[in-house]
């Protein structure tokens, strides 16, 4: 397996020129796409559009070159957008490739995918343990496309599913079946939850003991240290993307993680960079931050409402959601290292780490 | 001269209560304090109440230890707030002291404040060249009155004054005189700008025919390195605090400053604070952010919409003004240095430094 | 009894000149000043200071009138602002003065009010039948002070009373006691809905034993036809401020209510009007609109996310909340028939109407 | 001609099933399109994709249809969105087509609509009296296409054309010609109040002489009582829509149109609808709102801050834009009148009518 990763910036929702210019130069051949993730100049909230249209333009590019309609693109490759550049971020998509191994594998560990689906989650199982079992199913699937071995190596799952719509919450009610939660926007939490615990128990990070011990989106001391998990109403069936490393990929990248205290843990973004192999400088130079391809971190208020001791104003903050200010503050802090703002920053941590943390991964360049 | 310098986190824009600890305990004279500067949890616009109500909230408690009225304690007493702690931002108040030296001063430069005002700036004369000389002349002042010489040991000074109002506009149109611009808003550029010009000129960084060519709010290449001004509807006089550094002070603390070339510049943070004697390590020790008195910062959108190379989306947002945008990303990457989000960040830099550009101060225990 | 009504527009949060002008008039004597209903230009949200800002503002000022503190002003009459002025609301203050009866009642029911506080709600009590029933046996009280004898001469009952506050949370867990939930947030919905389900128990409008019967928060199809309640984390016991009609009192206003079906109901606005003694024309006159003393109204977004079979977008918006978008419309509504934007509109209704609609009562000279 | 409208509502801005179902139905042909007007659910400001989105969508399911493609479905079709539905605004689209008389015209006068385009507009035009008078020849084009002879029987005319973007200042730069303004986002008053005046001159509301005298965006008093106008960066050209009534038409409509005296002028509403031949009842019958096929409005916030004589605080809102306070209060009257929230109702009103004042045009079935 031999991944690459190209990372573009995007002037709107819709500006899908950046992969034009590498499809027309040849850099990138559209057939070897199989994911493309990014953040959207949105609000991130439940009225936040720019991920659908994102989508829609990158699907109709795809659909021209490949001679495919937007619903099969859909179909093939794996999209996962981000709403909310606030502060410094900056809209942008990283696209991967995947191609057969260039050559004979050195032995060195580098950059590996895979990617797997669950079955369709019926609403009666959105956010419960079955929903959990049919993830955990998948990651171990992913895992092993992914040619991967051991927990140690794996870096980063992104996972996304379906949450409790009212049409699905009516459905189950007319086939006689309970659901998590009758809330649709409650239903997140659980659903998210759901999904991290299957990656913790898919990857063996719990046992199964553990996993049945666990009440859903509330026992969050239970968590995967490596899952990102988003649910959206429009699916049905959960995506899994699993990145990590191993012996038989040729990608000349790498990949680590670490878990971020709080959203100005510096030394946190510093010991992931580290994990893949790129020790920063105090001041970091510029060989050292050209190496860095990609970076994908979890944003979220602290629940105390503090951060080293002093109060902020995420939590009661009216005008402006606290993923929002987390996400500004996470991204800026990032950036002042690595001298770059397109990175991925999202919201919800549910299982994905201990209240309040938040799981960071990069891709560094060999 | 001996100031001292304490801050006091706020539950509340009305939150007096860290600084009635400090007077219970003998820790702060009131008789003492000069200046109060801080951040409020508002939204920094012209519907920002917070500011109002924190002086107002100071003003009654130090009227009742001083036995004076509200009215007295705020021409005794300058209040600096700044609205707006977007993103780990605390809301917080530093509260100076100023008393007679202690013991004989030992020669080292140490912390040294000076505090002026002007005569009343009539509508005509704001955001013109009378504003920026009757700004001059009382930086002069609070020059001599710090026992500070030289430019070099200046590092801060924050000036606040008049912006046009409706109500000055139709009086200029009475008397048969004209204003700056006739728009309310418009002025605060004028104002802001003919004030860092002023302090520009009274410390000499420009020389009084560079002064006279500089065209206000146009010709921004002309600034001083450490102005920070800001302009109010309810000021008619400027009101001048100057810090920096006099071998006549025994303050226990030293100043210093810096340039921010954009919002995620670590490096200038880290020269603003070597500047006032600490040199932070790659990872801050405790011992290291434990010396960090205070920093007050400019936080500004970049003029091309792009921090090195990459777009942002910070002034095309409809929903958040740029302004909060970049107080959340500046804030988060100098508290990712000093361990401490009780900072004081506001926004607007006309004639402060170059476009794009932003200062920053920071006061270090010795 | 003899109530008189004053309204006052306010140019800021503090400006109290308004009723200034009217005290140094001699038309309000602030000895007579029972309560203040007002509008503030805040965000409504849970960092919407102006409430507080106004409170402090107008103490002060009546406080020097009175020769007394400001907390004791704050015991002796009742402060109800809500903030949020969208769209065309104005800010803006009720003052309602009572004074003995001014000669014989002619019979007619005429304006009277009566004021009556709970005693402390113990953290354990918030938001259940305990809250409830002190608020029923104060309504009582409440309705006694304002010589009206029937429940069809009460038409505005407004409740402040206690939440749940992290703190309160605490101390009932120190004493081993449980509350009605561990969400402060979510408390103000049980504390509500329970000061609304016992004005519908103080004034005759439900048994006892469908008080007995009913959930709080749960079975919304009980409710108080004339209730307005808010909740508030700085309150520890409940105010009442009872209005209606009495053939004792002397007022130169009547009192009405009715129920609006939705946030364009224009017909709902005319039969509270109608109830208090005015027929509005088609087009109102100035004479018709000038007899409007005041206006209080609840707004609330319909739970289904639709009016009158077209959907809005007030519940999935995330950047302004949706009890602002229900504001800026019913405000816009009463205002097109009322030529007065200065009007008391706020949110949340649980157990004050059926699901979705929302009261109004109204003030009209007589 | 033979006009026909249709409305339908939008789950999304991509929703497209309303105009499927008519498609299927059989009750539109989608080869007599000929525009879309309607409300998405951004925030309409400079970062609202919604209309970008809206429009791909429909494109793309019109370019299935009619087997063409997206880019030729654009210019076969007019599209304008306005975003932002605040308060009870509903998302919708009103669909335009126009066929052949049906029958022989009966002499009343119904509803007709012309549609032209003007030249490209060079970056150096853009906001100028050539702008303008490249609008006035395409409006005279469209009255003459719409069959309509005079002025008094021309109610809407709405007109999309370009601003200055940062890329037609430095083209314009390069070729050494000067633009209106050097602001990309201050183009957008130039822009609207050039085509503005065009529509005047077009119609014959101002004479060309009073053309001349004009001075754009400052002549405020001189103005279009029928005009529409707004700006995008997306756009080259001019489009007019033209809507009228004609004794040459068949359509089962008839247009009228009325200025409102401020946001809450529920009597100017009731006009509109009278001059389109509706007279409504003090309560609006169903039979009565079920004649109303479309309302086109604009909203302003008053440019003294006051409606009659209370003070509003759309202008001093730093969370929420003016316009949408002025939409959500605009909005929620005219639905309060009309029983449907899905209006479009859009705002800026440069020349377009007295400054505060806003047009209003309704299409009512006859």
Same mark, same amino acid.
């Given at each position: 397996m031999h991944i690459n990763v190209h990372k573009v910036d995007m002037a709107s929702p819709s500006d899908v020129s950046g992969l034009v210019a590498l499809i027309d130069a040849g850099t990138?051949?559209?057939?070897? $796409? $199989?994911a493309l993730i990014g953040k959207t100049e949105g609000n991130g909230g439940a009225n936040d559009f720019t991920r659908g249209f994102a989508t829609l333009s990158y699907q109709l590019l795809l659909a021209k070159h490949l001679k495919l309609t937007p619903d099969e693109i859909g179909k093939r490759i794996a999209f996962v957008w981000s709403g909310g550049t606030e502060g410094v971020l900056s809209p942008h998509a990283t696209i991967l490739t995947k191609t057969e191994a260039q050559g004979t594998p050195d032995g060195a560990k580098r950059l590996a995918m895979g990617i797997a689906l669950t079955d369709t989650i019926p609403p009666e199982d959105v956010g419960t343990k079955k929903h959990a079992s049919a993830v955990a199913d998948a990651v171990r699937r992913a895992m092993s496309e992914a040619g991967i071995n051991g927990l140690n190596d794996v870096h980063y799952v992104q996972v996304k599913g379906p949450l409790l719509t009212p049409a699905g919450i009516a459905d189950a009610d007319k086939r006689g079946v309970t659901t998590a939660t009758r809330d649709p926007n409650g239903s997140k939490v659980f659903a998210r939850g759901a999904m991290a615990l299957g990656v913790a128990l898919g990857l063996g990070e719990i046992t199964q003991a553990a996993f049945d011990a666990t009440r859903i989106a509330a026992d969050l001391d239970v968590y995967s240290a490596v899952a990102a998990t988003s649910a959206g109403g429009e699916l049905t069936s959960c995506e899994i993307l699993l990145f990590g490393n191993s012996s038989k990929a040729t990608s000349p990248f790498r990949m680590g993680h670490a878990v971020l205290a709080d959203a100005i843990d510096a030394s946190g973004v510093r010991r992931a960079l580290a994990s893949a192999g790129l020790t920063l400088s105090a001041e970091p130079t510029k060989d050292e931050t050209s190496r860095i391809a990609a970076i994908f971190a979890k944003a979220e208020a602290s629940p105390t409402g503090k951060i080293r001791g002093h109060r902020n104003t995420m939590l009661s903050d009216a005008d402006i959601n606290y993923e929002r200010h987390a996400r500004a503050a996470l991204g800026a802090v990032i950036a002042s290292l690595t001298s770059d703002t397109a990175i991925f920053v999202s919201g919800g941590t549910e299982h994905q780490c201990p209240p309040g943390e938040a799981p960071i991964a990069a891709i560094v360049r060999i």
């Open positions: 990138v051949d559209p057939a070897t $796409i $199989i």
